[in-house]
C-alpha cells in the first residue's frame, strides 16, 4: 500500500512540475510547440554551425541541404525571445553569415 502511495506521489510532482513549466512558457509568450521547435533547432544549430566552418569544401547538394536546414533553425529561433538563446548568438549569427555567403554565391552563378 506505501508503494502506491510512493508512486501516486511522484505522479502527481511530475504533473505539477509539467504543468509549472508550461504556465512559465505561457507566461512568457511562448507556445509549447514553438518551444519544442526551439529545441530541436538548437540541437541543429551545433551542426549547421560545424558545417559552416567549412561550407566552401560543400558540394552543391550539401549547401543547398545547409540552406534548407538553416531556414529551419532560423524559424524556430525567430519564435522565441532573444533572451533565451543569447549563449547560441554566436553560433547562430556564423550560421546566419554562412547562409547569406552561399545564397550570395548560388545566386551568382
Known sequence: MELFGIIYVLLFLIFGATLYAVVQLRMAGIKVKDFYS???????LDKLYNFAKKYEKLSAQQQVIFLLEAE???NAFDKIPNIIWEEEYQKYNKVLDTYKDIKL?????
Open 105 to 109: 554565391l548560388r545566386w551568382q552563378s
Open 72 to 74: 529551419v533553425v532560423f
Open 38 to 44: 526551439f529545441i530541436e533547432a538548437n540541437q541543429k
